[in-house]
């Protein structure tokens, strides 16, 4: 599954949109939409997007937890080196603090994701604060060539703005659209 950014320029034009994607087959859990006008999402019974989307909740809860494990190895590291606690310590102590380091990673990290925007979607929110609509369409295998000759057929308004290979990836990144190119994602 791959997720297509499409750029919508009114709230009008996205409902047409949404329209022509559930008939043709897509549903309405893998359209969301991302604006600033959430009472007219609401009000045209728009799927919004969610708080994984747009904040950076996961992306901040896997570095946690990456720096919580490399903290939990130099932590369990240097206390059987000095055998703090004893030399009688089991094993399975030392990889229950591993486990309680990257707990309390992503715990930490996940907290400080909630108050970032979203890293995939940084490239588009200055167009979303000024009142476009920024349209992510989750297109299962095969469906994304239907998606994108049905979108420029129809709505030639919506630029296709990236595509999102990884989109279960949260530290992926999401390079906007140059042109013909196609939208590569990096790590």
């Known amino acids: 599954m791959k997720c297509l950014y499409y750029l919508a320029p009114t709230l009008h034009h996205t409902h047409q949109i949404s329209d022509d994607l559930h008939d043709a087959g897509v549903n309405e859990w893998f359209m969301h939409v991302v604006s600033k006008d959430e009472a007219g999402l609401k009000r045209e019974k728009?799927?919004?997007?969610?708080?994984l989307e747009t904040l950076d909740l996961l992306r901040g809860g896997f570095i946690g937890a990456i720096i919580g494990f490399a903290g939990g190895l130099i932590g369990i590291g240097l206390l059987m080196y000095?055998?703090?606690?004893?030399?009688?310590?089991?094993?399975?102590?030392?990889?229950?603090?591993?486990?309680?380091?990257?707990?309390?990673?992503?715990?930490?990290?996940?907290?400080?994701?909630?108050?970032?925007k979203s890293q995939k979607l940084r490239h588009w929110q200055?167009?979303?604060?000024?009142?476009?609509?920024?349209?992510?369409?989750?297109?299962?295998?095969?469906?994304g060539e239907a998606i994108k000759s049905m979108m420029l057929s129809r709505h030639p308004e919506a630029q296709h703005v990236a595509t999102d290979r990884h989109f279960m990836n949260p530290l992926a990144v999401v390079r906007r659209k140059q042109n013909a190119q196609e939208t590569t994602v990096a790590f």
């Open 46 to 51: 728009l799927h919004s997007s969610n708080y």
């Open 82 to 116: 000095t055998q703090f606690f004893g030399p009688d310590i089991p094993v399975f102590i030392y990889l229950l603090l591993v486990v309680v380091a990257i707990l309390m990673g992503a715990w930490i990290g996940g907290l400080s994701g909630i108050g970032a």
């Open 126 to 143: 200055g167009e979303i604060d000024a009142g476009k609509y920024l349209i992510l369409i989750y297109a299962h295998k095969g469906q």
